[in-house]
């Protein structure tokens, strides 16, 4: 089956630091990719819709100069959160669009704890 | 706007018991229905996928039926076993295409020896 994984699996940063993390496709190719963020004993809530070679799509509510969203290639993405502070701890998820377009396969998941 | 409800919220159940997951989705206009689950801390787990023309689909134990036009769709587990302990989410679609997923909030499943 489809395999996503994502890097690194937690992070523990200062307030007011960068933090990136990636998602990879690791035996298909994806030009679509979502970002997703889970509250603890919530479900998860899309944050923006990633393109390969162009701008992501950001839901309502986002920030998008916060969550800097990149789809360099048809493999990988990644969401650097700028500035972070501590209501940005949250469980970060990625998934991956196969380019039927009909089934995503999600990552594992990036703990981030902002002190 | 999609909106997903599961009920119910938390099923605490003994070994080996049958149950039933349901969830309800508001706007039946979808391409499919997907199953998840999620165990504590970690990402999530595709158990079944639905596709709107079909009416079920199976998975060893796992059993997951759709009803668009009344816009149900129901999970079974039979035989439950401990390692099922976890929390299911189902998830639709939204919009006009495959992705941005709508998830409901989840049932929590405990399964006790």
């Known amino acids: 089956g489809a395999v996503v994984s994502q890097h690194p699996s937690w992070v523990i940063c200062k307030s007011g630091t960068s933090v990136k993390i990636e998602c990879r496709s690791l035996d298909f190719q994806a030009t679509t990719m979502f970002w997703y963020r889970q509250f603890p004993k919530q479900s998860l809530m899309l944050m923006a819709t990633?393109?390969?070679?162009?701008?992501?799509?950001?839901e309502q509510g986002v920030e998008k100069d916060k969550f800097l969203i990149n789809h360099a290639s048809l493999t990988l993405s990644t969401l650097t959160v700028t500035s972070a502070h501590p209501e940005d701890s949250s469980f970060y998820i990625c998934?991956?669009?196969?380019?039927?377009?009909?089934?995503?396969?999600f990552g594992p998941g990036t703990r981030l704890t902002v002190l | 706007k999609q909106e997903v409800t599961q009920i119910p919220a938390a099923l605490s159940v003994p070994e080996g018991e049958n149950l039933v997951l349901n969830c309800s989705f508001t706007?039946?206009?979808?391409?499919?229905l997907q199953w998840f689950r999620q165990d504590p801390g970690k990402g999530l787990t595709s158990l079944l996928l639905?596709?709107?023309?079909?009416r079920e689909q199976t998975s060893g134990r796992l059993n997951a039926s759709l009803d668009k036009s009344s816009g149900r769709s129901t999970l079974y587990i039979a035989a439950s076993q401990p390692g099922d302990s976890a929390t299911y989410l189902c998830a639709v679609p939204g919009g006009t295409s495959y992705g941005k997923l709508t998830f409901g909030q989840g049932t929590i499943l405990t399964v006790h020896p």
């Open positions: 639905i596709q709107s023309s079909q």
């Open positions: 990633s393109n390969e070679g162009s701008k992501a799509t950001y």
């Open positions: 706007d039946s206009a979808i391409y499919n």
């Open positions: 998934s991956a669009l196969l380019t039927s377009g009909k089934e995503q396969f």
